[in-house]
């Protein structure tokens, strides 16, 4: 039989255990976080595009459901894009890497955001991040804008460096001069744990890891 003490402390610490792991698959998350891996296509056959993007999204805007703007109540323009960044490496040869290119979020960059009936994150809608002037490998002298519709994400670029791309978001998706490319991704769109998740689950892995060394001695 388990001393009161030594059961308080097992309790205790699979209470904890279960706290964080539940915590750590919840929809309430404030940091969403987006990856995406495809060939580029087009005009840059052979060459891979992937990369990650973080998002602010405010936790009352999660009770809602549809398509909700970043002018409701519940945001009043605070969704935000955190960070984004793109690769581009050899298709053929993963390995072989051409660039990485960040982009810098522009102010409210977080048009809209979808949910879902159960009130999960399925996608968002932003305006263009960029542009940024790519320096190596085959996109040479390119610039490029990032921009995400929905759960998909867009590369937009155009060859010549003296051009603006921001009028791309203004047409079509091909406009002369401004091509996007021919492989749009589905974007993962995943839940980024608070740091004080990771902290109660750790804790209780570490009082369940006590309790199995007193049991063992």
């Not at 404030?30 to 891996?37: I, T």
């Not at 040869?93 to 809209?112: C, H, K, Q, R």
Request: charged fraction near 10%.
């Amino acid at each position: 039989m388990l001393n009161t003490r030594v059961r308080g402390v097992l309790v205790g610490a699979l209470v904890s255990l279960a706290a964080a792991l539940g915590g750590a698959g919840s929809a309430n998350a404030a940091v969403y976080a987006g990856d995406w891996d495809p060939d580029f296509g087009g005009e840059f056959t052979g060459m891979g595009w992937k990369g990650e993007a973080t998002f602010f999204i405010p936790d009352s805007c999660l009770a809602l459901s549809g398509l909700i703007s970043n002018a409701n109540a519940c945001s009043n323009g605070a969704m935000q894009v955190l960070s984004a960044e793109v690769t581009f490496y050899d298709f053929a040869n993963p390995s072989t890497i051409y660039e990485t290119l960040t982009f810098t979020p522009m102010a409210n960059a977080v048009l809209g955001m979808y949910v879902d009936a159960s009130h999960q994150l399925s996608g968002l809608n932003t305006n263009f991040i960029g542009p940024v002037l790519s320096l190596a490998g085959p996109a040479q002298g390119s610039y490029f804008d990032l921009v995400f519709q929905k759960a998909k994400v867009a590369l937009y670029y155009t060859p010549d460096t003296t051009y603006n791309p921001g009028t791309c978001a203004s047409g079509p998706l091909a406009l002369e001069g401004c091509g996007v490319s021919a492989n749009i991704p589905t974007m993962t769109i995943t839940p980024v744990p608070e740091p004080s998740t990771y902290a109660l689950l750790l804790a209780g892995l570490g009082a369940v890891g006590w309790w199995a060394r007193r049991r063992r001695a």
